[in-house]
DNA sequence: CACGATACCTGTAAGC
DNA sequence: TGCTTACAGGTATCGT
């Protein structure tokens, strides 16, 4: 089978939600010890004095929005860790690697890594209380594998629309999560092809999405994180494992459906997959 | 406002 | 072999 070699080091919501509950056993209640920075920035620069306002601080919980991961702490400040594209965490790492920006040890004696080449990542220390007013939170849609995600919400965001749904479903602000991974895979499942006009969706189509989306997010979560390659176990990175997509970087590839041929467009500079046979042009 | 294009950054792989 | 180029992805920002 000729996969074509790609990067698939993309942390999208199911990525995300893999390295916090794999990181969770080894900072909850824990105290930061050392917390070293090896560079001043990062996508941004680092929060002011980010050592200090965590050295001595307890961790509460750890959770998750969008592609946000979440760190409260007891003095009532959230570390905000975004991976961008290459970001991983690598626990108990056997010694410091290149790009290892952000260090973080707790008193259990684990070591924690903030590894992150191309720097799109960023972190943020922000006060919990303002946290779902920040302007990294405040304006991000509904989690799809949370309360409000339902029907009616796609209905909504899809109503009227002109923009094709590829770029409807990778808008942060009208659903959270979804990147360009598990949006080409949502709309292999519902029938749909990616340029086609959030307006010109039929309603069984629409349906259909409303059931894709959590699977494949459930899928890729219950897989341990759909990232590839660079999260590799070996060094103890988080979020590793390997999943099979059905067309997400399968150009010319055969559907798993059909048997036709994967195509692959680009949309707004970036790839779509799907299979024209089973996604028809509207 | 809605939408598209681009910058940001580096590693990987394909092409020459 | 070595050099060059294309490309990957999330988000902020700018332009139309």
């Known amino acids: 089978m000729q996969t074509p070699p790609m990067s698939r080091d993309m942390p999208e919501l199911p990525e995300v939600e893999t390295v916090m509950r794999g990181l969770a056993p080894v900072w909850e209640g824990q105290r930061f010890t050392r917390v ?24 509460v919980h750890l959770g998750r929005r969008a592609k946000y991961g979440l760190v409260a702490i007891d003095r009532g400040d959230t570390l905000i860790i975004h991976l961008g594209m290459s970001g991983r965490m690598r626990v108990d790492p056997d010694g410091l690697a290149r790009h290892d920006h952000v260090v973080f040890e707790t008193g259990n004696g684990r070591v924690v890594a903030f590894n992150d080449a191309r720097r799109f990542g960023s972190l943020d220390l922000v006060a919990t209380a303002d946290l779902a007013t920040h302007p990294l939170i405040a304006g991000i849609g509904p989690e799809p594998l949370g309360p409000d995600y339902g029907l009616p919400l796609l209905k909504a965001i899809f109503a009227d629309r002109l923009a094709p749904a590829k770029a409807i479903l990778l808008d942060q602000r009208l659903i959270a999560g979804l990147g360009n991974i598990y949006v080409c895979e949502a709309l292999f499942r519902a029938g749909i092809h990616p340029e086609t006009p959030g ?18 997010l459930e899928e890729a979560i219950a897989a341990g994180g759909s990232t590839l390659r660079d999260h590799a176990a070996p060094d103890g990175t988080l979020g590793y494992f390997q999943k099979e997509f059905a067309v997400y970087g399968r150009e010319g590839a055969a559907c798993t459906a ?25």
Do not use: H, M, Y
């Open 199 to 216: 307006g010109q969706v039929r309603p069984a189509q629409l349906k259909r999405l409303w059931l894709a989306i959590p699977a494949v």
């Open 258 to 282: 059909c048997g036709s041929d994967v195509a692959r467009i680009v949309q707004s500079g970036r790839s779509s997959f799907f299979c024209p046979a089973c996604q028809p042009k509207a």
């Open 36 to 59: 070293i920075a090896n560079r001043p920035d990062l996508r941004r620069p680092l929060p002011e004095g980010l050592g200090q306002r965590l050295t001595g601080a307890t961790v």
